[in-house]
């Protein structure tokens, strides 16, 4: 059963023979839980794959709000992917520290705002080590690039979307933290958070779309199963959710490779539904 749309990933073979490609550009996405040491920069300063510009999650967001990197304007972001050398045209391929955690934000972000050339590295920076491939530490001169912003609002949904949702169920909840947190038996990372999920929300924890050793994305069959037994219809629309949109992203991701039409992401997600207040919250596991 081949993936519905293999070219949304790259081997670490296919990069290797394209790191010198003046049309590929290269992203490390990696993000960390603020007050978590080394930082994600760090870990880019110490080693990343040659050619490869920080994706900082935090930093290409919406000024001036209390919730964590939310997306940004169109111009924003236009400014911001062009300072990082992305321009329109180009073949985007995107990774993180962990395999697929925060990679799938910075696809999300660009897809959401009109650029739809870009991949995963299949296993990311993990299976690029594993195999013994060169890292660099200089930080590489990106020249300006013109960046045209598109946003296709039919990929995300904000807090009044999730509760009109509540009433019509016309969309399903898939939320992809983990089970503890998402029955609110384990407490949140972020203080001051209460715990549960959304009603009706089905759970299908990120970390199960990638096998555990190589860190790569499980085949097409696999994933299918995954959501399938999550209770998630995959003819039906789909919003992802997660602590605070960025690992929502890699379900979205996994499903965008075994042929969804769209899944949307709830950007604010659990940092935003579960603050204290009247948007309503269910415990234990899901139906």
Not at 55 to 74: K, Q, R, V, Y
Not at 80 to 91: H, P, T
Not at 208 to 226: C, I, K, S, Y
Not at 260 to 275: F, I, M, T
């Amino acid at each position: 059963m081949p993936y519905a749309r293999p070219e949304a990933l790259v081997s670490t073979d296919w990069l290797a023979a394209h790191l010198d490609d003046p049309r590929v550009r290269i992203l490390d996405a990696s993000f960390k839980l603020p007050g978590i040491t080394p930082t994600a920069r760090e870990d880019y300063d110490q080693g990343h794959i040659r050619g490869a510009v920080f994706f900082d999650i935090d930093d290409i967001a919406e000024p001036g709000t209390n919730l964590p990197h939310m997306i940004p304007p169109p111009d924003l972001f236009a400014r911001k992917a062009g300072a990082l050398g992305i321009g329109d045209g180009d073949r985007v391929v995107v990774y993180d520290g962990v395999g697929l955690s925060s990679a799938g934000r910075a696809w999300w972000m660009l897809r959401l705002f009109g650029h739809h050339d870009v991949a995963l590295l299949d296993g990311g920076l993990p299976k690029w080590r594993a195999e013994g491939r060169p890292l660099d530490t200089a930080v590489p001169t990106s020249p300006q690039r013109h960046f045209t912003a598109r946003f296709d609002p039919a990929l995300v949904r904000d807090r009044r979307a999730l509760i009109d949702n509540l009433a019509t169920g016309g969309e399903q909840v898939v939320d992809a933290r983990a089970a503890g947190r998402f029955d609110g038996t384990t407490p949140e990372a972020r203080p001051g958070l209460r715990g549960g999920h959304i009603p009706a929300s089905r759970n299908v924890p990120y970390e199960r779309v990638t096998d555990p050793g190589t860190r790569r994305l499980r085949n097409a069959e696999e994933l299918t199963r995954l959501f399938r037994d999550a209770g998630v219809a995959l003819d039906r629309p789909i919003v992802t959710s997660c602590g605070s949109g960025v690992t929502a992203c890699a379900l979205a991701f996994a499903l965008h490779l075994i042929g969804h039409p769209g899944a949307a992401v709830y950007d604010g997600s659990w940092s935003e539904w579960g603050l204290p207040g009247d948007t309503p919250i269910e415990t234990g596991p899901a139906p």
